[in-house]
């Protein structure tokens, strides 16, 4: 393996979500479905994400996310309400990709290290979602995952997996169809992540020209 030169700083993002008025977290509340693997019975603090509700605890996004820190310090109105005895927190999240970063921060067993094989969404939920709310923990390990699969050097590439499609002798540890390329363009560039770009444009430059236009029309 060639030696790989130190990445570039990355650029922050810092995005809180809001906490809404009792009538908003109400009707949006019976609005989704409880998450069946994050609805904890001790927890205080309800998410509401675009279809799903989840049920944690304040203190571990607090202290894993000065966003959330910051989010949650605010205090509520006198008269706002609770749901199910917890305050309440609406984020404009898909459901799946919150969960990808709770079970990051719950069990980050089945999310960290490389015996653990993850699909190309998972790792793009922990990249955004890691990098709005700075945690860095699991941004860096989304980022990690991806410098493996779009190195600095070409000798470095898994080409036989982007060009055919198919697995390489070493399994990747990332799930990843060849058309992601253009989703990883999209992220390299909004996050700044240079030393992926080149790798990431040449396997763009593998894919049939229909895969690519399909794939941006889509908004993949």
Not at 50 to 63: A, D, G, I, K, P
Not at 94 to 109: I, K, P, R, W
Request: some cysteine; overall charge negative.
């Amino acid at each position: 393996m060639s030696e790989q030169g130190s990445p570039p700083p990355l650029k922050r993002r810092r995005s809180a979500g809001r906490i809404p008025s009792p009538a908003v977290a109400s009707s949006s509340f019976l609005a989704t479905i409880r998450s069946p693997s994050f609805w904890l019975s001790d927890g205080n603090l309800i998410v509401i994400t675009r279809e799903v509700s989840f049920r944690v605890h304040t203190s571990v996004l607090s202290r894993n996310s000065e966003v959330f820190r910051d989010m949650l310090a605010i205090p509520q109105p006198d008269n706002a309400e609770q749901v199910e005895g917890c305050s309440v927190v609406q984020l404009s999240e898909d459901g799946c990709d919150f969960e990808t970063l709770l079970l990051a921060l719950y069990d980050g067993g089945k999310i960290f290290g490389d015996h653990n094989v993850l699909r190309f969404r998972t790792v793009s939920a922990m990249l955004r979602l890691g990098m709005k709310y700075q945690i860095d923990l699991v941004s860096q390990e989304a980022i990690r995952r991806l410098r493996k699969f779009y190195p600095n050097y070409l000798e470095d590439f898994p080409m036989e997996y982007v060009i055919n499609g198919r697995r390489p002798s070493v399994p990747p540890s990332i799930e990843l169809e060849p058309e992601d390329s253009i989703s990883v363009v999209r992220m390299a560039i909004m996050f700044d992540l240079q030393d992926i770009l080149v790798a990431a444009l040449y396997a763009c430059c593998q894919l049939e020209v229909d895969t690519c236009f399909n794939a941006v029309r889509l908004g993949k």
